[in-house]
């Protein structure tokens, strides 16, 4: 069995090593083709190309590499096409991979899946009957995104997320965390303004103002910041003056150390101020209740809030169909209302940890792996094809 296989992010080169690992279990003379990083180069791929040169994020960085990427993208459909494998399976990255299914798809019969879909229950719907067009099957992270799919014509399987599979921090590992940091019994919150430079720029304002209150209301309160490597500085000038001397995890000082540090200041967390994003379903993972915030400029805030569809953007609200994190987000991105949440949040916990436990068990968590469900997801639909 041949499988050509496209990844162009780290969080796409997770899935796709799971994946392959799974096919792997399953079909003993299996190769691999495509585009990916570390972890799929361990599992036997052979790589067309390194997989950075096409993981660029932004629309200004988009355009100044276009020339680059359309090449790109038209020399792997040509590869895909030339070595008709058994399947293509694209991995997240719309803006390249479904690009290389258009492609192929034009030219020849090869079965297409493509993994992670598309947020089109939040908004632009109609991206579902586009991808229908040229994808056959597609692989979903949550619960309830088969339906859009399947009304668009293509076959979904809900596969389940890979923060399920993530490792968590044990006691001993929280303990050992607060010792080494000197942080006592104190209670401590976690404050995750994001991972990228606009976001950091825009919210480390707002959650120093909210630490300010924190800090007032309850001065016994700890502060720690588990930075991302990209935005690490920043953060650390951002935050320089916030009361109280918060604890920054910089990725940069920790070196292999951080990510451990990561799951130890989740675990031993009482409650978490988050920007929007998957981390919040990270903090479910480790059981932290948590508050999201998230703003943007004015001109998104209004294409955003006339294309939205849902009410809520926090995932932890969707899988388990509760509003139990509290969200603020655009112009309701105000100190007060956030800090009078977050300490209601640490003052009484109980909902949220019945949401989070909720999400985890609707997103997989106890069930076959992620990476095994996605390759019996694929094997089913080639046999049901043919």
Known sequence: MHVF?????????????????????????????????????????????????????????????????????????????????????????????????????????????????????????????????????????????????EEA??????????????????????????????????????????????????????????????????????LVLPAAAPVAGLVRELCAGWPGAPLILDPARLGDAMAAEKRAAFAAADVALAASGTVSLELAAAGTPMVVAYDMGFLSRQIIGRLLRVDTVTLVNLVSETRAVPEFIGEACRPDPIAEALLGVLDAPQEQARAMQLTMERLGRGGPPPGERAADAVLSGLADAT
């Open 153 to 222: 014509g293509m076959r979904c399987d809900f596969v389940g997320h890979p923060v399920v599979t993530d490792p968590q921090a044990s006691a001993a590992e929280v303990a050992a965390f607060r010792a080494r940091h000197g942080l006592g019994e104190a209670p401590l919150a976690l404050m995750l303004p994001g991972s990228r430079r606009s976001e950091v720029t825009r919210l480390a304002p707002v959650f120093g103002e909210v630490a300010a209150r924190l800090h007032r209301d309850r001065p016994d309160l700890r």
């Open 5 to 149: 296989v496209i990844a162009g992010e780290p969080s796409g080169d997770r899935l796709g090593a799971a994946l392959m690992a799974g096919l792997k279990g399953r079909v003993p003379d299996i190769r691999f083709t495509g585009i990916g990083g570390e972890r799929m180069l361990g599992e036997g791929l052979d790589s067309l190309f390194p997989m950075d040169e096409i993981s660029i994020m932004g629309i200004a960085e988009i355009l100044a590499e276009y020339r680059h990427l359309k090449r790109r993208i038209r020399e792997t459909a040509e590869a895909v096409i030339a070595a008709k494998p058994d399947v293509l399976v694209t991995i997240d990255l719309p803006e390249f991979s479904l690009r290389v299914a258009r492609l192929v798809k034009a030219r020849s019969d090869i079965r297409v899946v493509h993994y992670v879909a598309p947020t089109v229950w939040a908004w632009r719907p109609g991206r579902a009957a586009k991808m229908a067009r040229h994808v056959d099957q597609v692989l979903a992270l949550l619960p309830f995104e088969p339906p859009y799919m």
